[in-house]
């Protein structure tokens, strides 16, 4: 159980272009995603929070209109890379809630973006 | 100061060996505690996760915290090479609360 699967597993783009990833929990339903960011050898850096119908949240430095995020659904959350540009490249992550009660989060695959 | 701090390492041991990771924090609100592993270019997967003080075993794993010291560890018995990986330590202070991540420890077993 709490699977979350994430698509595409690697996207290449030109420059200005946007890009969109989106994260499914495939057998539960998640009502508080999580997008991150991971540079080589670095940790997570969340980016923002997303809850099921509302707007998201997202972490102070992170531009809002650069980095849209969607989460129409209980099972779907998207990340678009607006306008993309080469310092975007980088490694995406979605994680969704568990429903434990312990606050843990599943994580997706992870999508590698590449913007030449 | 950072709120989580952690060895980034790279720690490199026979296979075999007990290995044992460690993080400190800071924020004593801090009540749920886990422990991911990932491997290179994967998304971080969730191995252990406690509530409040305690241990807590699966396996080959167990998971230590102890508040009173703001310290927690994870130890891997018979540590193999498929163990080789990066292990993130997470917490946050209540439910719904955003985690917050150490920066991982780079760990080789060696056959």
């Known amino acids: 159980g709490a699977v979350v699967s994430q698509h595409p597993s690697w996207v290449i783009c030109k420059s200005g272009t946007s890009v969109k990833i989106e994260c499914r929990s495939l057998?539960?339903?998640?009502?508080?995603m999580f997008w991150y960011r991971q540079f080589p050898k670095q940790s997570l850096m969340l980016m923002a929070t997303?809850?099921?119908?509302?707007?998201?949240?997202?972490e102070q430095g992170v531009e809002k209109d650069k980095f849209l995020i969607n989460h129409a659904s209980l099972t779907l959350s998207t990340l678009t890379v607006t306008s993309a540009h080469p310092e975007d490249s980088s490694f995406y992550i979605c994680?969704?809630?568990?429903?434990?009660?312990?606050?843990?989060?599943?994580f997706g695959p992870g999508t590698r973006l590449t913007v030449l | 100061q950072k709120e989580v701090e952690q060895d980034p390492g790279p720690l490199s041991v026979p296979e075999g060996a007990i290995v044992s990771l460690n993080c400190t924090y800071s924020n004593s609100a801090f009540q749920y505690f886990m422990w991911y592993r990932q491997y290179s270019r994967k998304g971080p997967e969730l191995l252990m996760y406690t509530y409040s003080s305690g241990n807590k075993e699966d396996g080959r794993f167990t998971a230590q915290v102890d508040k009173s010291s703001k310290y927690i560890s994870l130890f891997i018995r018979d540590s193999q090479p498929s163990d080789s990986a990066t292990y993130l330590c997470a917490m946050s202070s209540r439910q719904g609360q955003k985690l917050v991540f150490g920066q991982g420890t780079r760990l080789t077993i060696n056959p």
């Open positions: 057998d539960f339903q998640a009502t508080t």
């Open positions: 994680s969704a809630r568990g429903l434990t009660g312990y606050n843990e989060q599943f």
């Open positions: 997303s809850n099921e119908g509302s707007k998201a949240t997202y």
